[in-house]
């Protein structure tokens, strides 16, 4: 199986109208378009995943101005998008059609497939106990690194082809859930990938 963009480069920087944050505020938070193809035989649904793996482990250093945060600081994941229940007939998600800027307190009814649930991503988590962008964001919201990180960030797509049409996962599920789930079902996996920074010195 194979997955393709064409809103970015494989490997290169992802444009700022697919990222939740710009060197200048909050940027398009556009999903990027992805398409796919020689899906394995029997395939009855699929399901998406996108994380990035680069993030800080230390929250009290993120967005400091007197202070970058290291190179090689202890790292973990945020996942920007977890999707399930993709019909098997589905082979592209259009750019900017399951989301087009930035909801507050996030996105309670995504558009995206149809038939397709989606699930919680790590906003969640951050904006818990923030009075204005606090709540569950369902669905995709782009990348917004810390501008003071060393680290260039990088943001894998995955798509899994499944023998099953539903997967067995709770109402408000995560990433987590899904790779659970999907365990046993997969068909065929295929990845796509670009980078993002909010830091000038990597920018340039």
């Known amino acids: 199986m194979r997955l393709t963009t064409t809103s970015f ?13 710009v060197p ?27 994380i990035d793996p ?19 600081q202890p ?15 589905v082979r592209e998600i259009a750019a900017g059609s399951a989301s087009e800027g930035i909801t507050a307190k996030g996105k309670t009814a995504p558009s995206g ?3 397709a ?7 969640t988590q951050w904006f818990a106990g923030d009075a204005q962008m606090g709540g569950d964001y369902l669905g995709y ?10 680290r260039l960030h990088r943001y894998f797509f995955r798509l899994f082809a499944l023998d099953v049409a539903t997967l067995d996962v709770p109402p408000r599920f995560t990433a987590r859930d899904v790779l659970r789930a999907v365990h046993g079902h997969v068909l065929g996996e295929a990845t796509v990938w670009g980078t993002y920074t909010l830091n000038a010195k990597l920018a340039g």
């Open 24 to 50: 200048t505020g909050f940027g398009g938070n556009r999903n990027p378009q992805l398409a796919w193809d020689d899906v394995p035989a029997g395939t009855r649904s699929f399901a998406l995943l996108c």
């Open 117 to 123: 649930r989606q699930g919680l991503n790590s906003y």
């Open 9 to 21: 480069q494989n490997g290169q920087p992802i444009p700022g109208e697919f990222a939740m944050g």
């Open 75 to 89: 790292r973990t994941e945020f996942v920007h998008w977890a999707m399930v229940d993709i019909g098997a007939d």
């Open 54 to 72: 680069d993030v800080p482990t230390v929250p009290e250093l993120v967005g400091r101005d007197d202070v970058e945060i290291p190179l090689d």
């Open 113 to 115: 497939p149809a038939g």
């Open 141 to 150: 919201d782009g990348p917004y690194p810390p501008f003071n990180d060393q």
